[in-house]
């Protein structure tokens, strides 16, 4: 008994040696990391963080900490960067350091690195290289997409002929704008009433949802003690997993009708370029990236200008005079007795502003995709090491008070010059910036113009509630802002 006791406070000794010296090393490790409120032991900065607000409690930080701080979720130090300047230093000053990408919890179980939004390192340079060249192959930025764009806002029309009572707009626009970029990942558009399209689509819906409600910033931060636990969490992985299953069946459609001289999509391409890298050991190009980079290509070109365009509907029917002078300068520039096309948003200042303005209100990604640091970085004074957690906060660049004229209110003037001409502004970050933004930016740049003045070259919205009672609150506010669902009418000009 008493060598068993002995022993037994021996490793107690031991084991609080070790977790003395573990968390030495730690603090030794991130001992010059930027200032933020002083963690707890095991729950880190819970107490500084509202549950469902993410967002909300770290910009409430910055305002005590600055644009630079740090804050911990349990353990895991997280460094956040506010407003226009310190994330453009980070992600385009210095691009290669802030390049990598952290986990999601939430959907981690699914990717596991792989696919090009997730990975890091060799893969994602293989990944996004391939991809980028593929897209553009497909004719992302050239004439041949606006073709396809102009043929598919067409549809759209057609679809919204026979509406002649009042309907939610969120699965006609989705459809709309999957049919896109479906045309370059599997070749071909879906009917509107294929069941299995829009089974995909409220799957996607559904899975940006969940990903963005409180439960999933809850889960976000505090994934090393939740994810022993059953609960909400779980909803997502099989949502994505179905998603990628109906991926997996269209591989292998593509597999047994392959021409390697006649690639068809973005399935084709990457399939032939797995077969002449297969002596490759180092390559990338296997079916787990196929399938997941695929899924990523679909959901990004699906969710994020289909999103954009139903806030703009709702933030156009709260500001029926923006809504008036888009029809004035379609009017004036195009006309009724011809499509629009890309050419004109030159000569449409207004609606180019409106367009940007939409997208800096509706800020779809306020916290961008996380990003963690490649190696040891200096930035302004302060040493963050390899690997640490990098959260751009792109809602504070949207909003940044310094760059926009009223950044808390949707104003088409945030764009406009006194004289009426467009202004650019290097603080409009809707896709992010630096090494990892949007694949698709040309491509969504492209399809908000031509389905936007499509439809309000033949319809004017017309809400169901007086302009000043339609809510613009976002349904969720998370990894995604969720645009609230609303029903409206299109009433033909």
Partial sequence: MELAGAITIFLGIYVSCLLVISAWRK???????????????????????????????????????????????????????????????????????????????????????????????????????????????????????EQRIQEEAQFLLEAFKYKAEPFDPTFFLSRAVSNVICSIVFGDRFDYEDKEFLSLLQM??????????????????????????????????????????????????????????????????????????????????????????TLNLFSAGTESVSSTLRYGFLLLMKHPEVLGKLHEEIDRVIGQSRVPAIEDRSQMPYTDAVIHEIQRFSDLIPMDVPHIVTRDTQFRGYTIPQGTEIYPMLSTVLRDPSKFKTPESFNPGNFLEETGRFRKNDAFVPFSSGKRICLGEALARMELFLFLTTILQRFTLTPLVAPEDIDTRPLESGFAKIPPFYQLCVVPR
């Fill in 27 to 145: 603090q030794s490790r991130y001992k010059n990391l930027p200032p933020g409120p002083t963690p707890l032991p095991l729950i880190g900065n819970f107490l500084q963080m509202k549950v469902g607000e993410t967002l909300k409690s770290l910009e409430k930080l910055s305002a005590k900490y600055g644009p630079v701080f740090t804050v911990y979720f349990g353990s895991k130090p997280i460094v956040v960067l506010c407003g226009h300047e310190a994330v453009k230093e980070a992600l385009v000053d210095q691009a290669e350091e802030f390049s990598g990408r952290a986990h999601l919890p939430t959907v981690e179980k699914n990717f596991q690195g792989f696919g090009v939004v997730f990975a890091n390192g060799e893969r994602w340079r293989q990944l996004r290289r391939f991809s980028l060249t593929v897209l553009r192959n497909f004719g992302m930025g050239k004439k041949s997409i």
């Fill in 204 to 293: 996607m819906n559904e899975s940006f949802r969940e990903i963005s409600t409180p439960w999933s910033q809850f889960y976000d931060m505090y994934v090393s003690f939740l994810k022993y636990f059953p609960g909400p969490h779980m909803k997502i992985y099989y949502i994505v997993e179905d998603m990628r299953k109906f991926i997996e069946r269209r591989v292998k459609q593509n597999q047994a009708t392959l021409d390697a001289n006649s690639p068809r999509d973005f399935i084709d391409c990457f399939l032939i370029q797995m077969e002449k890298e297969k002596q490759n050991p180092s390559s990338e190009f296997n079916t787990k990236n196929l399938e997941l980079t």
